[in-house]
C-alpha cells in the first residue's frame, strides 16, 4: 500500500517534469525576433527610471524618447529616488536603466555603464559652471571672489560626494571635507584667509545660495557654504528649490550664488531665460555628462538597444 502510493507519486512527479520540459522547450523554440525585441523592454519592465521634473536630463530625455522611437514610460521622482531604485535593482541582479550623470558617487560604488548615444541626444561633455546675481560683486566683493575661485576635479568633488553618501548629513560631510583639503580650499580664499582656521559664530552679512538636491550640487553647495560660513565668517542660508527656482530666484536677486549650472547643453534653456539677468562666472568642474546608465552586467551597450 505504500509502496503504491510512493510509486503514484514518483509517477506524477516525472509527468509533471516532462510537462515543465516540454513547456520550456516550447517557449525558447517560439522566442523569434519580435519576443526577443520585447524581452529587453520587458527586463527594463517598459521603464527609464528619472528624477526631478525640472532637470534638464529629463527633458533630454523625453527627446531620447523621441528621437529613438523608445516605447518606454519615463518614471518621475528625484535623486534620491533614482539611486535607491538603481541599488535595489542591482541588489538582485536585474536590468534597470537610470537618468545618470558625471559626477556622482554611484560610479565609485557600483560598476555602471552610459549607454552609447549615437544621435546625441544628450550632448557633448559640458561644464558646470558658478553663476551669480548681478551686484554681487560690488555688494560682498570677497564672497564674489571666492565663488569666482571655486573649482574642483573629478576626485575632489568625487571624494566630496563620496563623503556626503557615507556620513548621511551634508553639513558634517562638508565640514570633513575642508578639513581634509585645506591646499585647495587656500588656493580659492581671498587674502587673509586659512582653511585650517575657523571663525567661532558668523557675523558677516547673510548669503542665500540656492541649489536643487542632486548629488553633485548638493556636494558643491555645501562645501562651498561651509567655506563662506566656517572660514570666512559669513552667515548662510541654504535653499534647496527646484531647477526653475533656482534660476528664477538668481535672476529675482532672491539668492547670491548657485553653483550647479551645467552648459551649455543641460541648463541652455533655463539660462537663455535668465542669461542677461546673472553673471556666469564659469567652471568649476569640466567634463561634465549626462545620459541613460545601466549596470555593467546589462548586456546592452547603446540606446539604440533599448528597441531590439
Ligand atoms: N543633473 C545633475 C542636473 C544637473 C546636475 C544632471 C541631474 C540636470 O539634469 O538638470
Same mark, same amino acid.
Given at each position: 500500500?505504500?509502496?503504491?502510493?510512493?510509486?503514484?507519486?514518483?509517477?506524477?512527479?516525472?509527468? @509533471?517534469?516532462?510537462?515543465?520540459?516540454?513547456?520550456?522547450?516550447?517557449?525558447?523554440?517560439?522566442?523569434?525576433?519580435?519576443?526577443?525585441?520585447?524581452?529587453?523592454?520587458?527586463? @527594463?519592465?517598459?521603464?527609464?527610471?528619472?528624477?526631478?521634473?525640472?532637470?534638464?536630463?529629463?527633458?533630454?530625455?523625453?527627446?531620447?524618447?523621441?528621437?529613438?522611437?523608445?516605447?518606454?514610460?519615463?518614471?518621475?521622482?528625484?535623486?534620491? /529616488?533614482?539611486?535607491?531604485?538603481?541599488?535595489?535593482?542591482?541588489?538582485?541582479?536585474?536590468?534597470?536603466?537610470?537618468?545618470?550623470?558625471?559626477?556622482?558617487?554611484?560610479?565609485?560604488?557600483?560598476?555602471?555603464?552610459?549607454?552609447?548615444?549615437?544621435?546625441?541626444?544628450?550632448?557633448?561633455?559640458?561644464?558646470?559652471?558658478?553663476?551669480?546675481?548681478?551686484?554681487?560683486?560690488?555688494?560682498?566683493?570677497?564672497?564674489?571672489?571666492?565663488?569666482?575661485? @571655486?573649482?574642483?576635479?573629478?576626485?575632489?568633488?568625487?571624494?566630496?560626494?563620496?563623503?556626503?553618501?557615507?556620513?548621511?548629513?551634508?553639513?558634517?560631510?562638508?565640514?570633513?571635507?575642508?578639513?581634509?583639503?585645506?591646499?585647495?580650499?587656500?588656493?580659492?580664499?581671498?587674502?587673509?584667509?586659512?582653511?585650517?582656521?575657523?571663525?567661532?559664530?558668523?557675523?558677516?552679512?547673510?548669503?542665500?545660495?540656492?541649489?536643487?538636491?542632486?548629488?553633485?550640487?548638493?556636494?558643491?553647495?555645501?562645501?562651498?557654504?561651509?567655506?563662506?560660513?566656517?572660514?570666512?565668517?559669513?552667515?548662510?542660508?541654504?535653499?534647496?528649490?527646484?531647477?526653475?527656482?533656482?534660476?528664477?530666484?538668481?535672476?529675482?536677486?532672491?539668492?547670491?550664488?548657485? @553653483?550647479?549650472?551645467?552648459?551649455?547643453? /543641460?541648463?541652455?534653456?533655463?539660462?537663455?531665460?535668465?542669461?542677461?539677468?546673472?553673471?556666469?562666472?564659469?567652471?568649476?568642474?569640466?567634463?561634465?555628462?549626462?545620459?541613460?546608465?545601466?549596470?555593467?552586467?546589462?548586456?546592452?551597450?547603446?540606446?539604440?538597444?533599448?528597441?531590439?
Amino acid at each position: 500500500m505504500f509502496k503504491n502510493k510512493k510509486l503514484i507519486l514518483m509517477a506524477t512527479l516525472l509527468v @509533471f517534469a516532462m510537462f515543465s520540459v516540454v513547456g520550456c522547450g516550447g517557449d525558447t523554440g517560439e522566442e523569434t525576433g519580435d519576443q526577443a525585441a520585447q524581452s529587453v523592454k520587458d527586463k @527594463f519592465d517598459g521603464k527609464i527610471i528619472g528624477i526631478d521634473p525640472g532637470a534638464g536630463i529629463m527633458k533630454a530625455t523625453d527627446t531620447t524618447i523621441e528621437e529613438y522611437g523608445l516605447d518606454y514610460e519615463l518614471v518621475e521622482g528625484s535623486g534620491a /529616488t533614482m539611486t535607491a531604485t538603481l541599488k535595489q535593482a542591482i541588489d538582485n541582479n536585474e536590468w534597470v536603466v537610470v537618468t545618470g550623470w558625471a559626477p556622482h558617487w554611484m560610479f565609485a560604488r557600483y560598476d555602471l555603464k552610459f549607454l552609447e548615444d549615437p544621435k546625441g541626444t544628450y550632448g557633448e561633455a559640458e561644464t558646470i559652471n558658478t553663476i551669480v546675481r548681478l551686484g554681487l560683486k560690488e555688494d560682498l566683493p570677497e564672497v564674489y571672489e571666492v565663488c569666482a575661485n @571655486f573649482a574642483w576635479d573629478s576626485g575632489q568633488i568625487g571624494s566630496a560626494m563620496g563623503i556626503a553618501e557615507d556620513v548621511g548629513d551634508d553639513v558634517l560631510a562638508a565640514r570633513q571635507w575642508v578639513e581634509k583639503n585645506t591646499d585647495l580650499v587656500n588656493s580659492w580664499l581671498p587674502e587673509g584667509y586659512d582653511a585650517a582656521v575657523t571663525v567661532d559664530s558668523p557675523t558677516k552679512e547673510t548669503v542665500t545660495l540656492l541649489y536643487v538636491e542632486w548629488a553633485c550640487a548638493r556636494a558643491e553647495t555645501h562645501v562651498m557654504a561651509d567655506v563662506l560660513q566656517n572660514i570666512m565668517g559669513y552667515q548662510v542660508e541654504l535653499l534647496p528649490v527646484s531647477a526653475a527656482a533656482m534660476y528664477e530666484g538668481l535672476a529675482n536677486g532672491e539668492g547670491d550664488a548657485i @553653483f550647479t549650472a551645467w552648459l551649455p547643453f /543641460t541648463h541652455g534653456d533655463y539660462m537663455e531665460q535668465v542669461g542677461d539677468r546673472v553673471e556666469d562666472l564659469g567652471p568649476s568642474y569640466e567634463d561634465a555628462k549626462i545620459g541613460l546608465v545601466v549596470p555593467a552586467y546589462v548586456e546592452i551597450n547603446s540606446i539604440e538597444e533599448l528597441n531590439n
